[in-house]
């Protein structure tokens, strides 16, 4: 019996990276593994992410769901992350994001859709509260991230302690140059956001990460084959028990084991049902 216990705990605990041609195929891909998390268990708890990169993501989910009858019905969704100081209808919030580019093309119930408020009056309890409201959940089965040029996920920002849990993080002028577009410069970009902590994706039961793209090859590299360290927060992917990263050919340019990566993704029977 203890036998059988120890076998199914260290059968789970395992990283594999997944190279697509294009990154159109790699969101593709991305969107299939929710997919059929969803329909294996439809009342499933998703972690979402924003972003360039999981835009064509959910674009997919949307055609699944009026093609194919995907069902998000019973599904509960927890975001990564909000900017302090954004309320849900800024069009550079994260609720603005989510609402837009998924919740309202897709049969989710609103109410069991999460973000954490950015005009929270308590910002503390706020986070303290998004953490209950996930353990209240169940947890997270699947998690989706990206990467960002800083090797952040969420926005636990370089030398964020690897077990940290929701809180606000000052954002790295990194970041703020990155998603400076989305405000119209960096200096009406927002200071702050309320992030879940490295610990709190290292507890969702699977974690998928999606980057493509050449400008973010070198830290992908560093992030999935470099030292498990504070600094790249994405090395945290090497401790949890269950990661996959997605990436496109043109964001592979840095691995050195792509060769192995290749193997298992196209001989592990799991991969079978996504393989074309
Ligand atoms: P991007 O952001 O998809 O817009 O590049 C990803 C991230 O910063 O996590």
């Not at 989910?61 to 009858?69: D, N, S």
């Not at 995907?70 to 603005?96: A, I, M, Q, T």
């Not at 790295?172 to 610990?199: C, E, H, L, S």
Request: charge should be negative.
């Amino acid at each position: 019996m203890i036998f059988l216990n120890i076998q199914r705990i260290t059968k789970k605990y395992i990283m594999e990276v997944i190279i697509q041609p294009t990154r159109e195929a790699a969101a593709l891909l991305t969107a299939k593994i929710i997919a059929a998390e969803v329909r294996k268990n439809p009342s499933t708890v998703l972690g979402l992410a924003t972003g360039a990169t999981v835009e064509p993501v959910y674009s997919n989910l949307i055609e699944m769901h009026h093609k194919e009858g995907l069902d998000f019905s019973l599904c509960k969704s927890f975001n990564l992350d909000e900017y302090v100081g954004l309320s849900g209808d800024h069009p550079g919030s994260y609720r603005y994001f989510m609402n837009s580019h998924l919740f309202d093309h897709i049969n989710i119930d609103k109410r069991n859709t999460h973000v954490p408020n950015g005009m929270a009056s308590d910002i503390e309890a706020e986070c303290l509260q998004y953490e209950e409201a996930i353990w209240g959940a169940g947890g997270i089965s699947l998690q989706l991230v990206g990467i960002g040029m800083d090797g952040h996920i969420g926005f636990n920002e370089p030398m964020s302690s690897m077990q940290s849990r929701t809180r606000v993080k000052q954002l790295n002028p990194v970041t703020i140059r990155q998603n400076a577009g989305y405000f119209g410069g960096p200096d009406k970009m927002p200071r702050r956001a309320i992030t879940m902590g490295v610990g709190t994706i290292l507890d969702s039961e699977r974690c998928l990460m999606l980057a493509t793209g050449a400008a973010k090859a070198e830290i992908l590299a560093e992030a999935v084959e470099g030292p498990f360290c504070a600094r790249v927060t994405a090395s945290a992917l090497q401790w949890h028990r269950r990661a996959i990263v997605i990436v496109d050919e043109a964001c592979a340019s840095h691995l050195k084991n792509r060769e192995y990566y290749d193997w298992s993704f196209n001989h592990e029977p799991h991969w079978a049902a996504f393989r074309n």
